[in-house]
Nanobody
Framework: QVQLVESGGGLVQAGGSLGLSCAAS????????MGWYRQAPGKERELVAVISRDGSTNYADSVKGRFTISRDNAKNTAYLQMNSLKAEDTAVYYCNVQVRITLLTQSERWGQGTQVTVSS
């Protein structure tokens, strides 16, 4: 089995910064894409940022220039640095990974979610 453990998050004032991390452990052959999603109350879950194994990144337009996704392949860990936070960034943030337990077997795993609250 593969487990994801998220850390970080919390309460911050608008304009502040927070960092999230997501560590994967267990039976892992390789992790492909790693991403962060968020879900605000009453809204659907949306993609925030994704990073491929080779470091290519994509961001939601709403976070471009403010958020930075990165990863450490040796530690099977993804990070999300969030700067210039806005009230509308308030949501539960979920880590998502595309993991292979063998070369031919890929599956998706979700973290437990961590709350980010930005006060205005």
């Amino acid at each position: 089995q593969v487990q994801l453990v998220e850390s970080g998050g919390g309460l911050v004032q608008a304009g502040g910064s927070l960092g999230l991390s997501c560590a994967a452990s267990g039976r892992i052959f390789r992790i492909d894409d790693m991403g962060w999603y968020r879900q605000a109350p009453g809204k659907e879950r949306e993609l925030v940022a994704v990073i491929s194994r080779d470091g290519s990144t994509n961001y939601a337009d709403s976070v471009k220039g403010r958020f930075t996704i990165s990863r450490d392949n040796a530690k099977n860990t993804a990070y999300l640095q969030m700067n210039s936070l806005k009230a509308e960034d308030t949501a539960v943030y979920y880590c998502n990974v595309q993991v292979r337990i063998t070369l031919l077997t890929q599956s998706e795993r979700w973290g437990q979610g961590t709350q980010v609250t930005v006060s205005s």
